[in-house]
Nanobody, 123 residues
Framework: QVQLVESGGGLVQAGGSLRLSCAAS????????MAWFRQAPGKEREFVAG?????????YADPGVKGRFTISRDNAKNTGYLQMNSLKPGDTAVYYC???????????????WGQGTQVNVSS
């Protein structure tokens, strides 16, 4: 089992930036994908961005966040990141990182989840 701990959430004004971190520990796979999802109040959890850990290839939710959010990872630290720029009030949500063995935008494909970190964007 992989343990994931997110950090970096908080309150920011519209137009601002935040960087979320997801530290992974425990059992790791030779090939896995890390993804970020978010869940706004009263809405279903949705995919935001994913990264294939071994090669660093990335993919994003279209059109919602592409161009504003960037997913990346630091192999040495076993940590993934979500850089969020030009934030909007509609980005307010709890953000979760997740790890799975397949590349997917579906939360069902991800077997390990962090506890979530709250992001609030004020207008």
């Amino acid at each position: 089992q992989v343990q994931l701990v997110e950090s970096g959430g908080g309150l920011v004004q519209a137009g601002g930036s935040l960087r979320l971190s997801c530290a992974a520990s425990g059992r790791t796979f030779s090939s896995f994908t890390m993804a970020w999802f978010r869940q706004a109040p009263g809405k279903e959890r949705e995919f935001v961005a994913g990264i294939i850990w071994s090669g660093g290839a990335t993919y994003y939710a279209d059109p919602g966040v592409k161009g504003r959010f960037t997913i990346s990872r630091d192999n040495a630290k076993n940590t993934g990141y979500l850089q969020m720029n030009s934030l909007k009030p509609g980005d307010t949500a709890v953000y979760y990182c997740a790890v799975g063995t397949v590349t997917s935008r579906s939360e069902r494909a991800f077997t390990s989840w962090g506890q979530g970190t709250q992001v609030n964007v004020s207008s």
